[in-house]
C-alpha cells in the first residue's frame, strides 16, 4: 500500500527550504552537511529524506521556488494605466518589497546557483532573464529617447538598476516598507533624473 501524504507535508518542505537556505547561505553550500540541516529544521535526518532525497534536490527547490515566485511577482505587479515613469517606480517598489525577509535566498542565489546541473541552472537564469527584460521594458517606456536603437545603453541601465537595488537589500535587509519605499523613489530619481535631477 503506498504511503499517504501527511496533510502537513506542504508547511513541512517550506520550513525545510527556509531553514536550508539559512544554513547554505551562513556555512555555504559545499560545507553543509544534511546532519546540519536537520538540526537547523528540528527534526531527524531521515526525516529531511522523507522529503528530500539529496542536498542537490533541496538547492534546487528553493532556487526554483525563490526565483519563480519572485519573477511571478514583479511580472504581475498592477501598472494598469500608469503613466512609464509612475509603472517604473511602481515596479522597483515591488522588488525592493519582494525581498524582504529573502536574505538567505537571495544570498544561496548568488552564492550556490553554480552548484546546479546546467540545465538547472539555465532555468534559474529564465526567470533572471524575465525579471532583467521587464525592467528593461520599465526604463525603455520611461525614457524612449534615450534608449531608442541603444541595447547596450539599455543593458547597462538595467543592470545598474538591479546593482542599486541589490546594494540596498545587502545593506539594508531590516529596513521597513516606508524605507523601502523612500529608497526605491530615490534609485527611481537616478534612473530618470541623474543626480542633479533628486
Known amino acids: 500500500m503506498a504511503r499517504t501524504i501527511a496533510k502537513d507535508h506542504d508547511q513541512k518542505r517550506a520550513q525545510i527550504l527556509k531553514s536550508a ?38 538547492l534546487y527547490d528553493i532556487l526554483d521556488s525563490y526565483l519563480s515566485t519572485l519573477r511571478d511577482r514583479i511580472l504581475d505587479v498592477d501598472t494598469e ?9 511602481r515596479v522597483i517598489r515591488e522588488i525592493l518589497r519582494a525581498y524582504q525577509g529573502a536574505d538567505h535566498e537571495h544570498q544561496v542565489q548568488i552564492s550556490a546557483l553554480s552548484a546546479l546541473p546546467e540545465d538547472q541552472q539555465d532555468q534559474m537564469r529564465t526567470y533572471q532573464r524575465d525579471m532583467v ?10 525614457a524612449p ?9 539599455l543593458r547597462g541601465a538595467t543592470m545598474s538598476v538591479y546593482g542599486m537595488l541589490n546594494w540596498y537589500f545587502m545593506w539594508n535587509s531590516d529596513a ?12 527611481c530619481d537616478l534612473a530618470l533624473k541623474g543626480l542633479r535631477g533628486i
Not at 38 to 46: D, F, L, P, R
Not at 176 to 187: H, I, N
Open 81 to 89: 494605466g500608469l503613466p512609464p515613469e509612475d509603472r517604473l517606480r
Open 21 to 58: 537556505a539559512k544554513v547554505f547561505a551562513e556555512e555555504g553550500f559545499d560545507r553543509a552537511s544534511m546532519t546540519k540541516l536537520a538540526t537547523e529544521c528540528g527534526i531527524s535526518k531521515a526525516n529531511i529524506y522523507h522529503y528530500y532525497d539529496s542536498k542537490d534536490a533541496i
Open 176 to 187: 521597513g516598507a516606508q524605507e523601502r519605499d523612500d529608497y526605491a523613489d530615490l534609485v
Open 145 to 153: 529617447e534615450v534608449f531608442e536603437d541603444a541595447p547596450a545603453k
Open 133 to 142: 527584460k521587464f525592467m528593461g521594458d520599465c526604463l525603455r517606456q520611461a
